[in-house]
């Protein structure tokens, strides 16, 4: 005995013109587009009142604080250019259940994108702990020029590959 037939779907002209109609207010909306970063100024980053090593550190610190508020790894970094804060991150290995998101790596993908560039060249990365051969590695290809971490502030020198 053979299946029954299945209806062909009903498409009328109305019910396609609506569902085209929904899907160009989806695109057209003003919202990110696909590939889209988003301006700058959509989260700003606050900047110290008075830039130095002591403040970018210490931002770095806040960082780990986000991160341990929720729920994570205990790290943080910022990634500085000219005395200004270019992008900032906490790690978020157990949020994005993610194994390279740690805090270098986010604050890096966090600065590419508010800069909208991968050249990080000039740039001094704060963290709170000595970045991992990944971050390392991945601060080397960015060209991120210097790394600092610790509340002693040492400086891990410019970035090298398999350290």
Same mark, same amino acid.
């Given at each position: $005995?053979? &299946?029954?037939?299945?209806?062909?779907? *009903? @498409?009328?002209?109305?019910?396609? @013109?609506?569902?085209?109609?929904?899907?160009?207010?989806?695109?057209?909306?003003?919202?990110?587009?696909?590939?889209?970063?988003?301006?700058?100024?959509? #989260?700003?980053?606050?900047?110290?009142?008075?830039?130095? +090593?002591?403040?970018?550190?210490?931002?770095?610190? +806040? $960082?780990? /604080?986000?991160?341990?508020?929720?729920?994570? /790894?205990? *790290?943080?970094? =910022?990634?500085?250019?000219? %005395?200004?804060?270019?992008? /900032?991150?906490?790690?978020?290995?157990?949020?994005?259940?993610? &194994?390279?998101?740690?805090?270098?790596?986010?604050?890096?993908?966090?600065?590419?994108?508010?800069? #909208?560039?991968?050249?990080? %060249?000039?740039? =001094? $990365? *704060?963290?709170?702990?000595?970045?991992?051969?990944?971050?390392?590695?991945?601060?080397?290809?960015?060209?991120?020029?210097?790394? =600092? *971490?610790?509340?002693?502030?040492?400086?891990?020198?410019?970035?090298?590959?398999?350290?």
């Amino acid at each position: $005995m053979r &299946p029954p037939l299945r209806a062909a779907p *009903y @498409f009328t002209r109305r019910r396609i @013109f609506a569902a085209t109609g929904l899907a160009a207010l989806s695109v057209c909306h003003g919202g990110p587009v696909l590939g889209e970063t988003p301006p700058e100024n959509d #989260n700003p980053i606050r900047q110290p009142v008075d830039p130095g +090593e002591e403040a970018f550190i210490s931002r770095a610190f +806040e $960082m780990r /604080q986000t991160a341990i508020e929720f729920g994570d /790894q205990a *790290y943080g970094a =910022v990634i500085v250019r000219d %005395s200004v804060i270019i992008g /900032q991150s906490w790690s978020r290995v157990v949020l994005d259940n993610d &194994p390279t998101a740690h805090a270098e790596m986010e604050a890096i993908r966090d600065t590419a994108r508010r800069l #909208n560039s991968r050249d990080l %060249s000039g740039s =001094v $990365m *704060y963290s709170t702990s000595r970045p991992c051969p990944m971050c390392e590695a991945a601060a080397f290809w960015a060209g991120v020029g210097q790394m =600092v *971490y610790g509340r002693d502030m040492r400086t891990g020198g410019s970035p090298k590959l398999c350290s």
